[in-house]
T-cell receptor, first 112, second 115 residues
């Protein structure tokens, strides 16, 4: 059974204070690891897909990395508009594509 | 493209009532899923579909039925609503190409309260 654990549950940063969010996962073969951003009252919005260990993706102040056991979402010099809940999800090779297992998320608050 | 649409946005039911949550996508995606999200938690899979006519259970299927007669539509039926089904429900669609899985596109959600 695929499992995803995200830490910390909540993170409060000052504007410009860089940090990282962690996603630890267990799958019997990784089909894909996904990061999403969710704003209050809205559906999750896709950020990145990572397929294999060593892969990295970047978008503005966000950078996602992947190892065989975990993924990190690095946030460099965050701004208040980066405040949101960040969700990590995995798809294992033993599950049907399109069927994702989600972590509980990390709620990020960036203070000006 | 409208993407993934869900109706209604809000719904209040009494215990024992039934209803259908609607979901539609216009991206010709083969995969569609229903999730529920409770406060402070991530998304839990209720049912999903890998194509028209094919559905399967997720992590928390009890009390819910689905069918998929077309690629575009994937309604979720609550058979006899219970207070434990108070939650936010999200529909999502996705696709694969060349054996690679791609991201899910989510609808805006339906906020359901069962009293």
């Amino acid at each position: 059974e695929d499992q995803v654990t995200q830490s910390p549950e909540a993170l409060r940063l000052q504007e410009g204070e860089s940090s990282s969010l962690n996603c630890s996962y267990t799958v019997s073969g990784l089909r894909g690891l996904f990061w999403y951003r969710q704003d209050p009252g809205k559906g999750p919005e896709f950020l990145f897909t990572l397929y294999s260990a060593g892969e990295e993706k970047e978008k503005e102040r966000l950078k996602a990395t992947l190892t065989k056991k975990e993924s990190f979402l690095h946030i460099t010099a965050p701004k208040p508009e980066d405040s949101a809940t960040y969700l990590c999800a995995v798809q294992g090779l033993n599950t049907n594509a399109g069927k994702s297992t989600f972590g509980d998320g990390t709620t990020l608050t960036v203070k000006p | 493209n409208a993407g993934v649409t869900q109706t209604p946005k809000f719904q209040v039911l009494k215990t024992g009532q039934s209803m259908t949550l609607q979901c539609a996508q216009d991206m010709n995606h083969e995969y569609m899923s229903w999730y529920r999200q409770d406060p402070g938690m991530g998304l839990r899979l209720i049912h999903y579909s890998v194509g028209a006519g094919i559905t399967d259970q997720g992590e928390v299927p009890n009390g819910y039925n689905v069918s998929r007669s077309t690629t575009e539509d994937f309604p979720l039926r609550l058979l006899s609503a219970a207070p434990s089904q108070t939650s936010v429900y999200f529909c999502a669609s996705s696709y694969t190409r060349h054996r690679l899985s791609y991201e899910q596109y989510f609808g805006p959600g339906t906020r359901l309260t069962v009293t």
